[in-house]
């Protein structure tokens, strides 16, 4: 490594070396190829040459189709928090199996499982299960539309809820919803939107942080303008906290102390089952109690399926307790400005935002408040990281996502920061020029 590549050049080495090191993953993304469109039922899985493909999890270790371990940083985009083998996570499961699939009635998991929802969630004064965020967010903003009577919906660009929800991008399938877009953590704008349409709007959605669009917490004077304005136009605010609710007790809105009309649940919350849920002001939720007679109605085959109410049930009362997640968004914390101090020393334009237990690399050392500062960072680099990172056996998402979950350590973190302090040093040099 001591020859003086290009970044490109570097680039161009670590994927070859990583397409030599995983012929049964390239192998196996030609055969889905026929079946399916790029080997792809998930687009943020996919990157070139071809993804990894995994054979089994433990812990928090992953093992590829080539044999590699890998440590696994990502856990899987915050839906892991627990890790891969939790054993009461798998005991619940196994109990629910046993007592039969699919029961097409009520089951016992279901209330108890919602009383532990609203017990952590104050926000969340009543709620609806559904089988994914995409569909909480969906049911979120389809009440605010019938409940208030109005059409159009703020979201912001860089905001992600979804599959049919990417906020901003040029090309989208997004739900055909009148869509309002404002600039992320810029309150003036928002506000000024808001004033402009604010008979129309039905509701204001947002991640209390950035997820997906790169872990750029909001400020809390923005949330709180937003609350405020949004209470004065009878404009619902909604939280999509499908992965910020890990960020503290109660979801990250509440360690603001702010609590939106509405909120949405997803990811780990399932205890790694399909998830999501819907809730909010107990007067708005009411109208989905099928026993009104101006009920809105709201079905679906797998909302109370047993695997989940009961992974998920177990999860937040025995596993991801709020002590577990202090704990683990206190190893992230920690983590987070140890590698900050490393980049800063180093002087490499490279920095780690988040906020506990999730970090995203950025390639840029200018401050990030806004998606369009982490959009100068040079992306080569990032994907260098990545590719440096897998062949240091820790897997992260390829756009620079990390997630930790309960089993990882302090080794784990060391053992990472190590592995980022020899990506500075070996690729300092390229990073700078
Ligand atoms: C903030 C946010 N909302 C909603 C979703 C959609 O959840 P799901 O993938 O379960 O549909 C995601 C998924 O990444 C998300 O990050």
Redesign the pocket.
Same mark, same amino acid.
């Given at each position: 490594m001591t020859r003086n590549f290009s970044l490109a050049e570097a680039l161009d080495e670590a994927k070859q070396g990583y397409a030599a090191e995983n012929p049964a993953s390239a192998a196996q993304h030609e055969r889905a190829r026929a079946a399916l469109p790029g080997g792809n039922t998930r687009t943020?899985l996919y990157y070139d040459p071809f993804p990894l493909a995994f054979a089994r999890g433990e812990g928090a270790q992953l093992w590829d189709l080539d044999g590699h371990r890998y440590t696994d940083l990502l856990g899987e985009?915050?839906?892991g928090v627990a890790g891969h083998s939790n054993p009461a996570i798998r005991r619940a499961v196994i109990a629910a199996l046993e007592g039969g699939i699919n029961l097409g009635g009520h089951n016992t998991f279901e209330p108890r499982f919602a009383e532990a929802v609203r017990a952590r969630f104050p926000a969340m004064e009543q709620l609806r299960f559904t089988?994914?965020? %995409?569909?909480?967010?969906l049911l979120a903003i389809s009440t605010a539309i019938a409940v208030t009577g109005r059409q159009k919906i703020l979201a912001f660009g860089g905001?992600?809820?979804?599959?049919v929800?990417t906020i901003g991008a040029p090309v989208n399938i997004n739900a055909p919803f009148d869509w309002v877009v404002a600039p992320y953590n810029d309150t003036e704008a928002a506000l000024a939107l808001i004033d402009a349409n604010a008979d129309q709007l039905a509701a204001v959605i947002l991640?209390p942080m950035?997820?997906?669009g790169g872990c750029i917490p909001a400020e809390p004077a923005f949330l709180h303008a937003l609350r405020t304005a949004t209470a004065q136009h009878g404009i619902l605010l909604i939280f999509?906290?499908?992965?910020?609710s890990r960020l503290a007790p109660g979801g990250l809105g509440a360690a603001h102390g702010v609590q939106p009309d509405l909120m %949405?649940l997803?990811?780990y919350v399932g205890g790694g089952m399909?998830?999501?849920a819907f809730g909010g002001r107990a007067d708005l939720i009411a109208r989905f109690d099928p026993s009104r007679p101006d009920a809105l109605p709201h079905a679906g085959t797998f909302n109370n399926n047993v695997l989940t109410m009961a992974a998920g049930l177990t999860t937040l009362s025995e596993v991801f307790t709020p002590e577990a997640a202090a704990a683990l968004n206190a190893l992230g914390d920690s983590l987070r400005e140890r590698l900050n101090a490393m980049c800063r020393d180093a002087a490499v334009p490279m920095q780690f935002t988040g906020r506990g237990s999730m970090l995203a690399v950025h390639m840029t050392a200018a401050p990030i408040r806004r998606p369009a500062d982490a959009a100068v960072g040079n992306m080569a680099a990032r994907d260098l990281f990545f590719f440096d990172m897998l062949r240091a056996g820790y897997w992260i998402a390829r756009r620079g996502m990390m997630a930790l979950s309960l089993p990882l350590t302090a080794a784990d973190a060391d053992g990472f920061a190590a592995a980022v302090a020899g990506f500075l040093t070996e690729r300092g040099a390229l990073l700078k020029g």
């Open positions: 943020v985009f915050t839906a089988n994914s965020g %995409t569909e909480a967010n905001g992600y809820h979804g599959a929800f991640e950035l997820g997906g999509d906290e499908v992965m910020t %949405t997803g990811k399909s998830f999501g």
